[in-house]
């Protein structure tokens, strides 16, 4: 199979890449020898018809076209459109829209910047196409809010057409309130009824006709809530973490510390952590589930919350939309994990 991804590059342009697999070579060339070395035509005295041969499977990306010069500031989101023509980048502050085929100016369809900077209260932080309909788009704030607008409304999407938004429990307010309600990830469903959002310490699931509160909560590592002081002071509290669905909308994943990744299915209690690292991580080797010790007594196989390593985390992790094969990315090691054939 070939196709084409838009992906981040230097924070402020993107680059659109041609993505290719080749499991054979042609052989039998009539105007070159086989190590590419051009022969002479005047020696050539009689013609082959080149065949091909199989060969080790070989992924080549190459760059296609380069968008550039329409963000100020870091691109958080891409996110192609399902008309195939079109495709969003969403920063800070705006969001523009790209037709595919023109590198050299897209258009303006969300701008939150105030006139004055000094009056700036909330920043961009996901925005994602709806999975089929090519109109609606949604996007998230720092705030904690979702806006779903629709680009038939306005070209110019100000204005949204519905405001997702939970209301803090008063009881629960802290100085760290507003850090941890930030959105870092927003991901449509595959069916366009749901979307998942991510905070830091939860995963939330949404219906698209129900603005007040989500359907579903997941804590993701709801023992962190009592450390939120020191994570504030290394820088964690600020870590972005990615989430997805899987082909069906049934499970949800996203990433933790200590390498850990958290499974969450919908519509019941069930879910599992699991760690990606070398150790627990060889070829063909089942995962064990893992469990963190908030408080108590710790059992034998569970580990605590003060001896996790907040330096191995996982913020990006992908499902495959039909496998049940996952990819969770640590800090510099790429895992690929599918689920155990009987």
């Known amino acids: 199979d070939s196709g084409s991804n838009p992906t981040y590059y230097h924070y402020k342009t993107i680059k659109l890449w041609k993505i290719s697999e080749r499991d054979r070579r042609p052989e039998g060339y009539n105007l070159k020898e086989e190590d590419g070395t051009l022969r002479n035509p005047n020696s050539v005295t009689t013609l082959r018809v080149p065949i091909l041969q199989p060969m080790d499977l070989m992924v080549e990306a190459s760059p296609r076209r380069v968008f550039?010069?329409?963000?100020?500031?870091h691109i958080n989101s891409i996110s192609i459109n399902s008309d195939n023509e079109t495709y969003l980048s969403a920063d800070d502050l705006r969001i523009?829209?790209?037709?595919?085929?023109?590198t050299d100016r897209s258009f303006n369809i969300v701008d939150i910047k105030p006139g004055n900077m000094e009056e700036l209260t909330e920043v961009i932080t996901a925005s994602e196409f709806h999975p089929y309909q090519c109109s609606t788009f949604v996007y998230s704030s720092s705030k904690g809010s979702i806006r779903l607008c629709d680009m038939r409304a306005a070209?110019?999407?100000?204005?949204h057409c519905k405001l997702f938004e939970e209301q803090e429990d008063p009881s629960q307010r802290s100085f760290f309130s507003e850090i941890i309600s930030s959105i870092s990830d927003v991901k449509f469903s595959h069916s366009g009824r749901y979307m998942m959002t991510r905070d830091y310490l939860s995963v939330k699931i949404w219906d698209l006709n129900m603005e007040k509160h989500p359907v579903e909560t997941f804590q993701v590592h709801e023992y962190l809530r009592s450390k939120l002081c020191s994570l504030y002071e290394n820088d964690c509290i600020f870590d972005k973490f990615e989430c997805c669905w899987n082909g069906n909308d049934g499970v949800v994943m996203t990433g933790s510390y200590n390498n850990f990744f958290r499974m969450f299915e919908c519509g019941s209690r069930r879910d599992v952590t699991l760690e990606a690292s070398r150790e627990s991580s060889k070829p063909h080797m089942v995962l064990k589930p893992r469990k963190v010790c908030a408080g108590g007594k710790r059992k034998k196989d569970e580990i605590t919350v003060d001896s996790l390593d907040f330096s191995k985390k996982i913020l990006h992790t992908a499902w495959h939309p039909n496998d049940n094969v996952i990819a969770v990315a640590t800090t510099n090691n790429l895992y690929i994990f599918q689920?155990?054939?009987n």
């Open 68 to 73: 550039a010069n329409a963000h100020t500031y």
């Open 96 to 102: 523009n829209l790209w037709n595919l085929e023109i």
């Open 155 to 159: 070209a110019l999407c100000d204005r």
């Open 339 to 341: 689920d155990k054939v």
